[in-house]
């Protein structure tokens, strides 16, 4: 047995015949940043799904701290320290942004004081910028203020590992620095991280490993700069003219 | 909170006048009272799942027919009233937690057409079963001795303990984790599930504290008017007359199914009495002039514009 925080054994999802997920391994080792690409319909979604036991693995299992959490249900993932953010932001509208947060702290980290479940929400709603806007509707915030809020929900749930499901889709470049800072500053409270996203830029600035889906398979994983350059990905995913661009940016540097 | 402290003060006063009915006005009154209690606990129930959770259900009727039932004929087997209604408030709690297991699992219109099917099938199940429950021909309950006068007393001091029960149980549940839990729920389920609210558990509480009381109400009923039938017991009507309660009043509150519940019996006898050949036509008609104008209830009504 490894001492990874999260390990991930050869889990598959066949929706009827579609299989989703193909025989998936990985592990992820406390304190990491994993960046998770690979093109639209490969597999990434399901896979955090899989993980954090929205949708049942047809094969497989998932280790997390040792234990065994194959058939976890969603909330019990949430309990231990598993925390997703969805792709698609899903605040409770019509509460506050406070209660959003505070919701995180009861269920979550278990806190059963209200009042101190409260005051901690509070910390991270300033933490993650959203302090002035605690005590409106979570339905009237704006995008970027609702993927704040996301974050903060998250983080109050008191997790060990962070997955965040393109956290910076629909944002514009200035916003997406933002989002970087705040996704470091994150990883500093030595929270593991493993990050969905399109924009190579994050994921190249951000990651100490990725890992490649295509059609299911994971079929490439290891550092920034040799996942770039494997001619597999390549092909299933970046294109070739990534690669130059990325020797000109670098040249500019 | 300064204006929950004037609720609670008029809600003290309101039972007081309630109870002070029979020493006060004639027996209509205190009949008309002893209805303001019982819906007003029909509507608290529903509250539960329907406001706090957000779970369209119509296993109120469910609830009343079977806690009549349970009360009616352990009553006829020689058990003292109060205890048989105590009994079936126990049969009902047993019943919702088994029943809400499955059709839990059903979110939205498909909750709402499993939990009428409860219904349906209850009622068949006391129509057929003409052995145990006498069928369509219905089921006498002995009547209770000691006149009308304290008949009457008897049965608006239970409707209103009861009352007070769900009342009672509807703060502790608004204050407690169960309530966040709840309107977690109530605004998105999944999200809910993913921040570590035991969603199915948490349902099933609501579902039971909305099935409880209304089992000790339909004993009651059972023993007040001594008989019950079918069609009368397991009434989808009461439902949606619950639903149209909270939602007039504001749906999720503590005291939104108390103003619903009010407003709606004392319209229903003033007005509707007059209408007896439209009132389910005049129901129909505040269900939807309700749902265009006052989706949140009165209580959420602005005031101030």
Known sequence: ?????????????????VAA????????????????????????????????????VSSGTVLFEGQDVTRQRPFEAARRGLARTFQIVQPFPAMTVHENVTAGVVFAANES???????????????VGLGKEVDRPASALTLPSRKKLELAKSLAMRPKVLLLDEVNAGLNTAEVEGALDLIRSIAQRGITIVIIEHLMKVVMSLSTRILVLHHGELISQGLPDSVVSDPKVIEAYLGTKYLERRKIFQGAK | MKNRRIAYFFFAIWVIALASTPWLANNYIVKIATFLAMYAAIALSWNFIGGFAGYPSFATGAFIGLGAYSGALLQNTGWFAPLAWGAAMVIVVVFAALVGKVILKMKGHYFAIGSIALVEV????????????????????????????????????TMIVIMLMAF????????????????????????????GVNVMRYKLLAFILSGVFCGGIGAAYASW?????????????????????VLLGGAGTVFGPLIGSAVFVIFEELIWSKFLDYHQGILG??????????????LKIKWSR
């Not at chain 1, 994993?34 to 639209?40: H, R, S």
């Not at chain 2, 608004?174 to 309530?179: A, E, I, M, N, V």
Request: aromatic share 8%; hydrophobic share 50%; proline share 3%.
């Open chain 2, 225 to 245: 008017v001594a008989y019950i039938s079918p069609g009368d017991s397991f009434s989808i009507l009461v439902t949606l007359k619950a639903a149209v309660m």
């Open chain 1, 1 to 17: 047995m490894s001492n990874a925080l999260l390990e991930v054994t050869s889990i598959s999802k066949n929706f009827g015949g």
């Open chain 1, 21 to 56: 997920v193909k025989d998936v391994s990985f592990s992820l080792e406390k304190g990491e940043i994993v960046g998770l690409i690979g093109p639209n319909g490969a597999g990434k979604t399901t896979l955090v799904n899989l993980v954090t036991g929205v949708i049942p």
């Open chain 2, 285 to 298: 008609l505040v269900v939807v002039l309700l749902i265009f104008f006052l989706p949140n209830g009165l």
């Open chain 2, 122 to 157: 209850l009622s068949h199940g006391a129509s057929s079963w003409s052995r145990l429950t006498g069928g369509g021909e219905g089921l006498n309950v002995a009547i209770m001795a000691g006149g009308p006068d304290f008949i009457g007393k008897v049965f608006l001091f």
């Open chain 1, 113 to 127: 004081d209200i009042e101190k479940a409260r005051s901690i929400a509070l910390d991270h709603l300033n933490f």
């Open chain 2, 168 to 195: 009672i149980a509807t703060v502790i549940v608004d204050k407690s984790r169960l309530g966040f839990g709840l309107r977690c729920i109530q605004q998105n389920e999944d999200a809910a599930d993913m921040l």
